[in-house]
């Protein structure tokens, strides 16, 4: 990986740094008071001067547990190559300039029964969904591993399975890369996106690419969360819009925070 520094994100590790640090201390005031920490976040996956910020509301959340959270189960879609099912990078490590994070040879292992599950390097190489997230966990976790996990033509139950076998208990978060509706006027996306939050803080899911790119794999945690009796909470919501000021042709951007009583496993 490592394919978007400099474009997404900053390529220099300092000036990644502090931009990442200067997004999670604006978003701290809004940091919630848990009695456990979270178990699931959507983020979004744009280049952090559009969805910066608002990632950044999600990440914001694991600041109190940044010794508790041990492996993050990373799922974003798949952008330049089509695949059927979820696929893994098949490498050691991922690297961002902040560093190197592990890929968790022992939780991979626990997927081996899944069909849907291959090894695609091809997908991972140039995807950006799942790199964008990295500085972010790097900045707000001292010390975890990663599966990551690009989804393609997946059914909602095909996802949840995956989520079911990693579910673990407050060791695992579950990590959720989508943006919202694409290439809108801004009004029209706000009218959907409205609609597409309230879909998914009912735990509705059947969400459409057009809904969210990341459709798919939010479908997925929707199952996992009703099962489990996930409570989502909106934390921001916003289009490229209202950074650039460009109205005619938008993207959406939304965070959200799952938590709830039941994080191990029924």
């Not at 990986?1 to 005031?29: H, I």
Request: glycine fraction near 8%; aromatic fraction near 6%; charged fraction near 15%.
């Amino acid at each position: 990986m490592n394919s978007v520094a400099g474009t997404f994100y900053p390529g220099q590790a300092q000036v990644l740094s502090k931009e990442v640090a200067r997004f999670l201390a604006d978003a701290a005031a809004q940091v919630h008071t848990a009695a456990q920490p979270p178990k699931a976040l959507i983020v979004p996956h744009a280049g952090y001067v559009y969805s910066g910020k608002t990632a950044a509301l999600a990440y914001a959340q694991l600041l109190p547990w940044r010794d508790t959270i041990r492996r993050v189960v990373l799922l974003g879609p798949v952008h330049r190559v089509a695949v059927r099912g979820l696929v893994l990078p098949g490498v050691n490590h991922l690297s961002t300039p902040l560093g190197a994070v592990a890929v968790d040879k022992n939780a991979i292992a626990l997927l081996a029964h899944l069909s849907q599950v291959t090894v695609n390097p091809a997908a991972h190489a140039l995807e950006h969904s799942l790199e964008v997230q990295l500085p972010f966990l790097q900045t707000v976790l001292d010390d975890f591993q990663v599966v990551p996990l690009a989804v393609g033509d997946a059914t909602p139950a095909e996802v949840g399975e995956v989520l079911e076998a990693l579910w673990g208990d407050r060791e695992t978060l579950i990590v959720i890369s989508s943006d919202l509706s694409h290439f809108l006027p801004y009004r029209t996306a706000q009218a959907v996106d409205f609609e597409t939050v309230h879909a998914i803080l009912r735990l509705r899911g059947a969400l459409t690419h057009q809904q969210a790119c990341g459709g798919t794999p939010i479908n997925g945690l929707l199952l996992a969360a009703k099962h489990h009796q996930l409570t989502p909470t909106l934390l921001g919501l916003c289009n490229s819009g209202d950074s650039t000021g460009e109205r005619q042709r938008v993207v959406g951007y939304a965070s959200f925070v799952f938590s709830g009583a039941d994080h191990g496993r029924p």
